[in-house]
């Protein structure tokens, strides 16, 4: 549990003042994601699930970089991870959903949980529905 409160951590500092919508990014977003991830996943896999969750955002949203979270003592896998779900500057959406999939840790399921997240906040259809299809591909791909 110690990388999962690393984790948090990080992610608590680094999101710090930025907002999903009117509230709190980390609370709202963040938290939100890793309480889908830890409750889907806690008797059938381990932390990294959730320490991804935590971090699923950092490198896209803030100034850490994955090389940070090397530094920080957070493995190759979680890395790589982190990487999958980092959306690249000029990438087309559903071009990242792909790479996305191609994970073959833990970037599909928690990319998963954000788009459940996203689509409960979200009162926008065009987005609803981006969201939707994303989910389908990841759904697909996913062994469950």
């Known amino acids: 549990m ?5 984790a948090r ?4 500092i680094a999101h710090a003042g930025q907002k999903y ?8 977003h963040v ?15 381990g932390s990294d699930h959730v320490i991804v969750a935590y971090l699923h955002d950092i490198v896209e949203d803030t100034a850490v970089t ?3 979270l090397v530094d920080f003592g957070f493995g ?9 779900l980092t959306r690249r500057t000029g990438e087309e959406y559903f071009d990242y959903i792909e790479r996305v ?3 073959d840790r833990f970037a ?4 998963y949980c954000d788009l459940e997240a996203n689509i409960n906040r979200n009162t926008k259809p065009s987005l609803i529905e981006r969201n939707k299809k994303a989910l389908d591909i990841l759904h697909h791909a996913m062994t469950w």
């Not at 951590?9 to 608590?12: F, I, K, R, T």
């Not at 938290?31 to 896999?45: F, L, M, P, Q």
């Not at 190759?76 to 999958?84: L, N, Q």
């Open 76 to 84: 190759p896998e979680i890395v790589k991870s982190v990487d999958a």
């Open 31 to 45: 938290s939100e994601v890793a309480r889908r991830v830890e409750k889907a996943t806690k008797h059938v896999y």
């Open 101 to 103: 999939k191609a994970d």
């Open 108 to 111: 599909p399921f928690v990319k």
């Open 9 to 12: 951590a990080l992610a608590q």
């Open 21 to 28: 919508g009117k509230e709190d990014y980390f609370e709202a």
């Open 66 to 68: 994955l090389d940070h």
């Open 2 to 6: 110690i990388q999962v409160d690393r």
